[in-house]
């Protein structure tokens, strides 16, 4: 999936569309959103001395990890091409 985050989704579209022999224009692509790695950048202050929490805790990362697992990546299409578009999404996954 990671690979796939952050890909333009009109280009996604495009080559989908490609693949199928569908339009474009009925392909929409949703691709995964890239973690925010600022969100997990947490100091703290142990001692007297300011630190990354993930020092001392793998939660942080846990997290990062959790988001990328429950991540998607989604087409939709017409009913009558779902065939199609199936197997040209397994193919780029």
Not at 61 to 76: D, G, K, T
């Amino acid at each position: 999936m990671k690979e796939l985050a952050g890909r333009d989704e009109n280009e996604l579209e495009k080559q989908l569309a490609s693949e199928t022999g569908i339009d474009s224009s009925k392909i929409i692509a949703n691709t995964p959103v890239i973690p925010d790695e600022k969100m997990l950048n947490i100091k703290i202050k142990k001692n007297g001395e300011v630190d990354n929490i993930d020092r001392y805790t793998p939660i942080p990362e846990a997290l990062n990890e959790a988001e990328w697992n429950l991540s998607h990546f989604s087409v939709y299409t017409p009913k009558n091409h779902t065939e199609k578009m199936k197997s040209a999404v397994e193919k780029l996954i």
